[in-house]
């Protein structure tokens, strides 16, 4: 985090514009289980683990993997790429995080098959509370769109062979 001094006594720091490029990951058992959890900052609003790159360089599987670990405590699992990409408006409400100009996001789609009993930390600032669902009852549940069509398809994608 780049840091700018504000007076001599203080320091705010500064966060640079998101990178309007991220992951969608679906975390599911080998019985189709998602994992979903509630957003801290919208209450009720529910999904999968997404994120930013952090970086212009950061691969996509690299960043699937790091928001993984941060938001849910989960190091381990098969991770595979479905070789899917949403494009989607930004919120309104979101978009003061992105450069000026910046309306919309590129989304990469990936699938994390962990054993079922898999214990779930989650990060307090990001979450409230989680679940684990069947596929079908987590799709209607999902506020996002592409989160919902991503879990419709997981009983197609589970079976395919790990990138």
Same mark, same amino acid.
């Given at each position: ?9 203080? %320091? &705010? ?10 992951? !969608?990951?679906?975390?599911? +058992? ?18 999968s683990v997404t994120g930013s790159l952090d970086a212009e360089d950061e691969a996509p599987g690299a960043t699937a993997r790091? %928001? &993984? ?10 991770? !595979?790429?479905?070789?899917? +990409?949403?494009?989607y408006e930004i919120f309104l409400n979101w978009r003061h995080r992105y450069a000026p100009g910046v309306t919309h996001n ?58």
């Amino acid at each position: 985090m780049r840091l700018t001094r504000s007076s001599a006594l203080s %320091e &705010v720091p500064v966060r640079p514009f998101k990178i309007p490029c991220s992951v !969608l990951v679906v975390i599911h +058992t080998p019985q189709l289980d998602v994992l979903l959890m509630e957003r801290a900052d919208r209450p009720g609003f529910w999904q999968s683990v997404t994120g930013s790159l952090d970086a212009e360089d950061e691969a996509p599987g690299a960043t699937a993997r790091r %928001e &993984v670990q941060e938001e849910t405590g989960i190091s381990n699992g098969v991770l !595979l790429d479905w070789g899917l +990409t949403n494009e989607y408006e930004i919120f309104l409400n979101w978009r003061h995080r992105y450069a000026p100009g910046v309306t919309h996001n590129t989304e990469h789609v990936f699938g994390l098959c962990v054993p079922a009993a898999t214990p779930v930390m989650l990060a307090p600032r990001e979450h409230l509370q989680y679940q684990w669902l069947p596929w079908h009852e987590a799709a209607a549940l999902c506020f996002s769109p592409s989160n919902a069509q991503a879990i419709l398809q997981l009983p197609r994608r589970a079976g395919a062979v790990p990138a």
